[in-house]
């Protein structure tokens, strides 16, 4: 289902897609041993994208893969206070990488999670970084995981009444 999202075509519509991009779109999100996926690949589109599909069949996950992607916290989730919870049943470690159009140069951010320790490598189109540089790169393209008018993960907000 997931892995059929916004396919590229191969012809030249894809250096079409990129002039309508802007700085920070998502172009790629890979998961590995990440919740319901062992390995999934979708690419969104320049325009909305929509994930529908039956209950339990990921949707969810993409969502989650996309935060804690961009260095959001696990609190922003609100489905699981460790990051080692997001790593599928079985498996040691997972990983999310997004890949985010910058027009200098495309950015891939890696985040490997260890369910041993709990903690999280991060890196940088390949290389090793703190995730205090993480923060920045993303905070560089103006995302901001934390507002709610950015990014509405699937959360129980109590609205007050009128």
């Known amino acids: 289902m997931a892995t059929q ?11 079409q897609q990129q002039q309508q991009l802007i700085e920070g779109a ?25 994930i529908v599909g039956a209950n339990g069949t990921g949707k969810s996950s993409i ?23 997001y790593v599928k049943r079985g498996c040691q470690k997972g990983s999310v990488e997004l890949e985010l159009y910058r027009a200098s140069g495309n950015l891939i951010l890696t985040r490997e999670i260890q369910v041993s320790n709990n903690q999280s490598t991060w890196y940088i189109n390949g290389k090793n970084a703190p995730l205090k540089m993480v923060e920045e790169q993303v905070a560089a393209l103006n995302i901001q995981v934390g507002n709610f008018c ?6 129980n907000l109590n609205p007050s009444p009128i």
């Open 5 to 15: 999202l916004g396919k590229r075509k191969a012809d030249g519509s894809q250096q």
């Open 26 to 50: 998502i172009l790629r999100i890979k998961m590995e041993n990440f919740l319901t996926y062992d390995n999934c690949e979708v690419f969104p589109g320049p325009h909305l994208n929509m």
């Open 63 to 85: 969502v989650c893969a996309i935060c804690l992607g961009l260095a959001g916290k696990t609190s922003f989730i609100g489905r699981a206070d460790k990051v080692g919870f």
């Open 150 to 155: 950015q990014f509405l993960p699937q959360v």
